[in-house]
């Protein structure tokens, strides 16, 4: 009996305790080819930074949802990235379209060399708008971190600077582009890329203020 006791005891010991989180955000899955699936360990640290930072209740264990599929609805923000080419379908396009017009937001992070692919198959989803640089005032860049000179270098890419880009639905950006950044390369472990503390932190900070941003709408 003693024994057993002691075995209840030691599993519960090395047993994680499992938390209920509130909100669970996502990965976008696309077709074309390009490596959506890249910076594996970028979003679960994001989300482990927001619940420490913001006090928010983030499932660091993020999902996979794919373009198309109604799942999208189920996430108040949702991830896009890679380094290659991006292909929606008109149905595809058209699920995005009403997801953010209902309310949800999308973080496309060209991880380099996806700019020339995504551009156009933004204008499938929302062809009356233009893709508008964000300006330095904008709340994205002054929630809980300011960045007055808006979106960080992150990464050498074409040492160009670093660009916010945003598509505004009725006054509201409902999608951030971070180009020429490369902020998911900075949200990674530490060992992936090597990036300075510094570096890492200031990511992590605009990352949370994307965050943020989004939950607020």
């Known amino acids: 009996m003693e024994l057993l006791a002691l075995c ?11 938390k209920d989180y509130t909100v669970e955000i996502a990965l976008l899955k696309y077709n074309g080819g390009g490596d959506w699936y890249s910076n594996p360990t970028s979003l679960k ?12 209740n983030i499932n660091p264990n993020y999902e996979t949802v794919e373009v198309g599929s109604v799942d999208l609805f189920n996430y108040p ?13 008109a149905a ?27 551009r156009p198959e933004l204008k499938k989803i929302f062809p ?17 971190f300011d960045f007055k000179s808006g979106l960080p270098k992150i990464h050498k890419h074409d040492d160009k600077p670093a ?8 006054g509201r950006l409902v999608c951030f582009y971070s180009y020429e950044s490369d902020l998911g390369d900075g949200w990674e472990d ?8 510094a570096k890492r ?13 989004a939950f607020s709408f």
């Open 8 to 18: 209840v005891i030691l599993f519960m010991s090395f047993t994680p305790i499992q």
């Open 45 to 56: 640290n994001l989300a482990q930074f927001c619940n420490t930072t913001l006090n928010t």
């Open 77 to 89: 923000f949702v991830h896009m990235t890679g380094h290659g080419n991006v292909v929606f379908s």
């Open 92 to 118: 595809e396009a058209d699920n995005l379209r009403n997801y953010l017009i209902a309310g949800g937001f999308l973080h496309i992070d060209d991880n380099y060399g996806m700019d020339p692919f995504v």
């Open 128 to 144: 009356e708008l233009e893709l508008k640089e964000v300006p330095f005032n904008h709340e994205v860049y002054h929630q809980h």
């Open 163 to 170: 660009i916010g880009y945003g598509l505004f639905w009725e």
């Open 190 to 197: 530490p060992s992936v890329h090597k990036d300075s503390p």
């Open 201 to 213: 932190a200031q990511a992590l900070q605009m990352g949370a203020n994307i965050i943020q941003y």
